[in-house]
């Protein structure tokens, strides 16, 4: 699910979203949503509450990633079925936006942090899994309340706030962690396949990482600036009257 499935605030928008959700999901297919984000939800906090007990357990914040790394990839895993959900349709979403969002998280966890074990103990793989966990937390509540029709104001601000500070924190430890990848990906020819083979096809694996590095330039600011303008639809009326009382 992206943020473009957030309700709007405004007649237009609102009747907009009224008329998606009486052709949305049916009452099964809503079920299983909620049961999905539920488990999602408990998923992330599981991963909150290792990283916490573990801190507390070794009184330092280095090599954290080992106290959490199975259910960081279970769970993180497992959103792949929201591109499903998008596909199939009883989430209102884009596939292409949601399938992006999934599989660069996706990509990082199993092609870059379970890949290269080097990186496993450097800070900035705790910068992005703590900015994930604290983000899928607030996330999956936001859409469990949502479904449910009971979505308490605090989740729906924090939901359109909080991504000021955890998508340039997360950012930063993606960057980061791929970058200290390069080394090990360029000495040993990681997932890289070299001339000649009987295929005719060369793939250079650091090369790749070095691209998507760069494309991080040009989508960052798009995803930020559109969760921007999301939380003025979302969250500006109410601001605005909380001005005028």
Same mark, same amino acid.
């Given at each position: 699910?992206?943020?473009?499935?957030?309700?709007?605030?405004?007649?237009?928008?609102h009747s907009d979203?009224?008329?998606?959700?009486?052709?949305?999901?049916?009452?099964?297919? /809503?079920?299983?949503?909620? *049961?999905?984000?539920?488990?999602? =939800?408990?998923?992330?906090?599981?991963i909150a509450v290792g990283l916490v007990r573990a801190y507390l357990a070794r009184g330092s914040y280095h090599g954290l990633y080992y106290s959490i790394e199975k259910p960081l990839k279970f769970f993180q895993t497992g959103a792949v079925l929201e591109i499903l959900h998008c596909a199939v349709g009883i989430v209102p979403s884009s596939v292409v936006l949601t399938g992006f969002q999934v599989m660069s998280r996706v990509f990082l966890t199993w092609?870059?942090?379970?890949?290269?074990?080097?990186?496993?103990?450097?800070?900035?793989?705790?910068?992005?899994?703590?900015?994930? /966990?604290?983000?899928?937390? *607030?996330?999956?509540?936001?859409? =469990?309340?949502s479904l449910l029709n009971h979505l308490p104001y605090l989740i729906k601000w924090a939901r359109y706030t909080f991504f000021f500070v955890l998508y340039p924190m997360g950012v930063t430890g993606e960057l980061l962690t791929i970058y200290a990848a390069l080394p090990h990906a360029q000495k040993t020819g990681l997932y890289s396949v070299t001339l000649p083979n009987k295929y005719n096809f060369s793939f250079d694996y650091h090369s790749f990482l070095i691209i998507v590095m760069v494309s991080y330039i040009p989508l960052f600011p798009q995803l930020y600036f559109h969760m921007i303008r999301q939380r003025k639809k979302v969250l500006g009326h109410t601001e605005d009257y909380s001005k005028v009382e």
């Amino acid at each position: 699910m992206s943020a473009a499935a957030a309700p709007g605030t405004s007649k237009g928008a609102h009747s907009d979203v009224t008329g998606r959700r009486k052709k949305g999901p049916g009452a099964l297919a /809503t079920a299983y949503l909620v *049961i999905y984000n539920v488990v999602m =939800t408990a998923g992330w906090l599981v991963i909150a509450v290792g990283l916490v007990r573990a801190y507390l357990a070794r009184g330092s914040y280095h090599g954290l990633y080992y106290s959490i790394e199975k259910p960081l990839k279970f769970f993180q895993t497992g959103a792949v079925l929201e591109i499903l959900h998008c596909a199939v349709g009883i989430v209102p979403s884009s596939v292409v936006l949601t399938g992006f969002q999934v599989m660069s998280r996706v990509f990082l966890t199993w092609a870059v942090t379970h890949s290269v074990k080097e990186v496993q103990s450097e800070d900035s793989v705790l910068l992005f899994v703590t900015a994930w /966990t604290v983000t899928e937390i *607030i996330r999956y509540s936001f859409y =469990t309340f949502s479904l449910l029709n009971h979505l308490p104001y605090l989740i729906k601000w924090a939901r359109y706030t909080f991504f000021f500070v955890l998508y340039p924190m997360g950012v930063t430890g993606e960057l980061l962690t791929i970058y200290a990848a390069l080394p090990h990906a360029q000495k040993t020819g990681l997932y890289s396949v070299t001339l000649p083979n009987k295929y005719n096809f060369s793939f250079d694996y650091h090369s790749f990482l070095i691209i998507v590095m760069v494309s991080y330039i040009p989508l960052f600011p798009q995803l930020y600036f559109h969760m921007i303008r999301q939380r003025k639809k979302v969250l500006g009326h109410t601001e605005d009257y909380s001005k005028v009382e």
